[in-house]
């Protein structure tokens, strides 16, 4: 009986993460074997957290993405020499392949759903990539980018940046005030505005009370290390209150009553579990670096093709970044967006700034021969 209801608490979360999906043969074995694999062999973890073994620890780039990947040749040539050292998943519409000559051909997600922006479908789509990377057990830390990301840094420096981290690089810590996720009665909010999302007058479940004490947000674009990327993919309670009652508002309203799943869900995940303190804490820039549009304050606003300067690669680097064993690299801009269609030939011509390496070892060595741990 035990060995029954361990199997179905190992089964419950993957079987809820895909309870809106198409069901495709070997799809949930493949999913539910990661789980099993993480719970039931510990000398994984062991080699993790030590380094050791046959095999190095590696980072995975998880790619959230509609579509083609904008700046497909300076990631190539970022990853080049590297291959030990890194894994890539790319989670796309449904219907988008990559060409077979692509760098990110073979490495979508096999059954991915359809996003749509402010919703939970965001943070499925995000736990799907958690768990195809979870096969991996050399993946120590997950990254999370998207198709207008680019790197402003050398693949030495991001991996010397992140492989020994501690903390998740992302903003558990900071209360939010956040009445959009608990609808008043006195003020019902309409059903719906025109395309987008509002809140669901459901009545709220004690789960969903506790969390108003948790409420966090933080950028989107994370890195999560494998115990708390291990957490999110298991987690389904949190989830389904988010589902229940999480909607977007339409544009102009208070900014305090927005609920947004990708912004908020794991912030408030974490600092519910009460793992708030092995996160970065950070309010402002993290590795991924993106600036706020002028009009809205709210979306990222996109670099134009005359504004690619290596000027700008340094300005949005925010100076150097001082891996050198007893800082926490989380602090360092590593990456930014957002780098729109049309801008490839200028973020190209700009990409031996990209990847000059600021650690004096990183300079005029072969990538295996670069220390890259400490």
């Not at 009986?1 to 809106?20: D, G, K, N, Q, Y």
């Not at 395309?195 to 969390?211: A, I, V």
């Not at 974490?270 to 304050?297: N, Y």
Request: hydrophobic share 35%; glycine share 6%.
């Amino acid at each position: 009986m035990r060995t029954f209801l361990r199997f179905f608490s190992l089964l419950s979360p993957v079987a809820f993460i895909c309870l809106h999906c198409t069901y495709q043969p070997g799809v949930l074995h493949f999913e539910l074997h990661n789980l099993l694999q993480e719970e039931q062999h510990p000398i994984s973890r062991q080699l993790l957290q030590s380094g050791s073994g046959n095999s190095v620890p590696k980072i995975a780039f998880l790619f959230l993405v509609r579509g083609e990947i904008h700046h497909e040749g300076v990631w190539r040539t970022f990853f080049e020499g590297f291959e030990k050292r890194y894994s890539i998943y790319v989670h796309t519409r449904p219907e988008y392949r990559f060409p077979s000559e692509s760098f990110f051909a073979g490495r979508q997600l096999e059954a991915p759903i359809r996003v749509v922006w402010g919703s939970a479908s965001v943070v499925q789509a995000e736990m799907r990539l958690l768990l195809a990377a979870f096969d991996d057990p050399f993946n120590k830390q997950f990254v999370l980018l998207s198709e207008a990301c680019i790197p402003i840094r050398s693949f030495q420096t991001v991996y010397k940046a992140l492989v020994d981290n501690t903390r998740s690089v992302i903003d558990a810590c900071n209360p939010k005030r956040q009445r959009g996720m608990y609808v008043s009665p006195e003020k019902p909010v309409p059903k719906t505005i025109g395309t987008s999302y509002t809140f669901q007058e459901t009545p709220l479940d004690s789960l969903s009370k506790e969390l108003a004490s948790s409420w966090r947000s933080s950028t989107q674009w994370f890195v999560l290390t494998r115990q708390h990327a291990l957490l999110v993919v298991k987690e389904r309670q949190v989830l389904a209150a988010f589902r229940k009652h999480c909607r977007n508002l339409e544009w102009g309203r208070d900014r305090n009553e927005q609920c947004v799943g990708d912004e908020n869900y794991i912030p408030t995940l974490l600092a519910f579990k009460g793992r708030a303190e092995e996160t970065t804490c950070q309010k402002g820039p993290t590795v991924t670096l993106q600036e706020l549009s002028s009009t809205t304050q709210r979306l990222p606003r996109s670099f134009s093709a005359q504004e690619i300067t290596p000027e700008l690669v340094w300005q949005l680097r925010g100076g150097s970044c001082p891996v050198d064993c007893k800082t926490e690299g989380g602090q360092c801009r590593l990456f930014a967006r957002k780098f729109p269609k049309g801008t490839e030939r200028r973020v190209a011509q700009v990409a031996d700034i990209l990847f000059k390496d600021e650690l004096k070892f990183g300079i005029g060595f072969h990538p295996e021969q670069v220390p890259m741990r400490c």
